[in-house]
Each structure stands twice: as structure tokens, then as C-alpha cells.
């Protein structure tokens, strides 16, 4: 992560101006329910209900498969593919870009299938610091790429806004290929992830539906809602660094 290089104020600044995109949304003072697209995501109905859902990358495409309504946020990357998930319905879209926002929008407007509300433009090295601000940054003997993927990403960014709680679903280090196709993909990054979600696991505003997730890294698992609820946390919304 060397190239990831932001200073407190730059961060601080960063925050805010996503924090702001996500009140106008008005899920920044919800519980968030992050969605991966792992096998046979776990999703009980009560936290879907009551948490704001971020869909990772196309994971959209298992929540209409399953009759999910539209996501509240998606974190997109900027190469993957809109072929593969054209019927994206999310209100808001945080996309992983390096051009300005009228130029992404008039890339949507070819795609008229893509249903959104609001869009808010993250670039890679952002992307980076962020992970590397709520980890305190990936040794260079881990991994071969030196980068999570998205999905450890999008929890990194949750926590760095300040969210009430993040809880995982449809994460896994194990379990090969993805929720919406059948393709049985390699799973890649897994030493990357799992440094990172090592080191976020003790924190008491970070959970997962997926038993298997838990077993293999320790995040504290989570059956309904009442289980995420009964935990107390502290305030995080105004500290940069998310940590309670």
C-alpha cells in the first residue's frame, strides 16, 4: 500500500464529504449489512430489514435473485464487469473511478438499465488510504497483489465514516466462487483479507451472519438483529479514526 499516501487533514476532509453524501442518503446513522458475493449468502430477515445494505461489486444480482429491494448503497469497482450485472438498483453509487463525476454520469446514461439516485465518486488511492487508515496498513510480505478486495474495503470505508455497526454477509476466505454465477471462480487476496479482517475483528461494532467467516477469523457471529442490537458501542461519529 506505499502508494497511499493521505495526511490526517486530507483524510479528515474525505470523511466528511462522505459523511455528508451519506446523510442526504440518510444511512449514516443506521447499522449497515454489507453484502459480499460469496456462496449462499446468510441474510436474516430482520437485519435486512432494519440495516442499511451496501451491495459489494455484483453482489446486487443475488439480492434481486432473492427479491431483496434495491440496495441503499453499492461500492463499485471501476473495471468490474456491467455485463455480467446490468440491472444494477441501488440508490446510492459509490464508484471506484478516476474521472470526474459528469463524465461517469454520461457513462450510466449508455446504461440505461442502471437504476440510481445519487453518485459519489472514490478513487483507488482513496480506496487505499482508507484501508490503510483502519488497519494500519498490509506488510509487504503479505499477499501478492498488496491489496484487500473490494468487499474488505467496503467494511473498511463503513467503519471509516463512523456507522453505528457493520455486519458481513455473503464473506467468506474459504468457500471458492460467487453468489451469482456458477463459475466457481478462484477466490483471490485471501492472505490480504484475512490480515485485515484479523485486525478488525475485536472490534465490538463488527459482525457476520456467515458461520464460517466467524470460525476462520474470529468476527463475532450474529443469528437476528437482537444480537447486534444488545451490543454497546460507543459514539464513533465524530473520531477519524472509527475506533471505539
Not at 24 to 43: C, F, M, N, Q, R
Request: hydrophobic share 35%; net charge positive; proline share 5%.
Amino acid at each position: 500500500m506505499g502508494e497511499a499516501k493521505m495526511d490526517t487533514e486530507e483524510l479528515q476532509a474525505l470523511r466528511e464529504t462522505h459523511r455528508r453524501w451519506l446523510t442526504k442518503l440518510k444511512i449514516l446513522d443506521k447499522p449497515w449489512l454489507v453484502l459480499g458475493s460469496a456462496p449462499h449468502p446468510t441474510l436474516p430477515p430482520d437485519i435486512v430489514a432494519h440495516c442499511a445494505r451496501m451491495d459489494v461489486n455484483n453482489a446486487g444480482k443475488t439480492a434481486n435473485m432473492l427479491g431483496l429491494p434495491a440496495a441503499d448503497v453499492t461500492f463499485r469497482k471501476r473495471k468490474k464487469s456491467w455485463e455480467e450485472h446490468p440491472d444494477v438498483r441501488t440508490r446510492g453509487l459509490l464508484w471506484l473511478h478516476t474521472r470526474p463525476l459528469w463524465v461517469m454520469r454520461l457513462k450510466l446514461l449508455m446504461k440505461p438499465s442502471v437504476r440510481y439516485h445519487s453518485l459519489m465518486r472514490a478513487t483507488k488511492e482513496e480506496r487505499e488510504a482508507i484501508v490503510e487508515h483502519m488497519c494500519g496498513g498490509l506488510p509487504g510480505d503479505i499477499g501478492e497483489t498488496g491489496h484487500v478486495t473490494n468487499g474488505v474495503a467496503a467494511l473498511c470505508y463503513a467503519l471509516f465514516v463512523g456507522v453505528p455497526s457493520v455486519t458481513l454477509a455473503g464473506f467468506s476466505l474459504t468457500v471458492m466462487g460467487h453468489s451469482y454465477n456458477e463459475k466457481g471462480s478462484t477466490r483471490r487476496q485471501i492472505a490480504e483479507d484475512t490480515y485485515v479482517l484479523s485486525k478488525l475483528r475485536e472490534r465490538p461494532d463488527v459482525f457476520t451472519t456467515e458461520q464460517g467467516l466467524s470460525d476462520s477469523i474470529g468476527i463475532r457471529h450474529v443469528y437476528g438483529l437482537q444480537d447486534i442490537l444488545e451490543i454497546p458501542r460507543a459514539d464513533c461519529s465524530r473520531s477519524l479514526t472509527g475506533r471505539h
